[in-house]
Every structure is written in C-alpha cells, then in structure tokens.
C-alpha cells in the first residue's frame, strides 16, 4: 500500500513557475505507474500528466502540454510537477495519485491511494 503527501503548492503571478512534490511511502512506488489530477473549484477532478513506472514515459492534457512536467525520482521515493508559465486558469487543488501498474492513463478511476492535495494560486 503506498501512502501519498503532496507539498509545494502556493501563490504565483501568472508567467511563474512552482514544483510540486509528492511523497511516496511504501515499497512498492517504483512498480507503479502515477498521475497528477487537479480539481478547481465548482469543477470536476481533472486529468494533468502521468508516468511510466520508469519514468521514460509521460502523457499529458492538451492544456498543460509544453509548460508543465512530470517526473519521479523512485530512489527517493517521489514524483514531482514541475509547472512553468503558470495561467490564472491552472488554479486549482493538485493530487497525485497511483495508476496502473503499466499503462499509462487519463481516468480518473484508474487511479487509487490519494494524496490530500495541495493547492495552486496563481493571479493575473
């Protein structure tokens, strides 16, 4: 079972950038593939990227494409977001979560272990 912590979230001006964190606990972080979902309020839970078990592989949303990216780092147990030329619109509360063991996937139902978010302000 692995257990989630995101961190690194904050306030921004648009055109800024963060790195968002996610801690992985257990021993099982490098057999499986993991997803970053945002959820802006009055929205639905959104697809943002994901990666191989590897991390030779990644997907991300048209929106996010060529300014944010995935990566992970499994001997230290941590997946990271890096998000650059942030927009007002990427405001939002960000969750990684734990996917497929080998495919990569956008469904939200393909994902378990929650983390409890951390959240992206960014202003115009």
């Known amino acids: 079972q692995v257990q989630l912590v995101e961190s690194g979230g904050g306030w921004v001006q648009a055109g800024g950038s963060l790195r968002l964190s996610c801690a992985a606990s257990?021993?099982?972080?490098?057999?499986?593939?993991m997803g970053w979902f945002r959820q802006a309020t009055g929205k639905e839970r959104e697809f943002v990227a994901a990666?191989?078990?590897?991390?030779?592989?990644?997907i991300y949303a048209d929106s996010v494409k060529g300014r944010f990216t995935v990566s992970r780092d499994n001997a230290r147990n941590t997946l990271y977001l890096q998000m650059n030329n942030l927009k007002p619109e990427d405001t939002a509360t960000y969750y990684c979560?734990?996917?497929?063991?080998?495919?990569?996937?956008?469904?939200?139902?393909?994902?378990?272990?929650w983390g409890q978010g951390t959240q992206v302000a960014v202003s115009t």
């Open positions: 979560a734990v996917g497929p063991t080998y495919i990569l996937s956008r469904l939200e139902g393909s994902y378990s272990n």
């Open positions: 990666i191989s078990r590897t991390g030779a592989t990644s």
């Open positions: 257990g021993r099982t972080f490098n057999s499986v593939t």
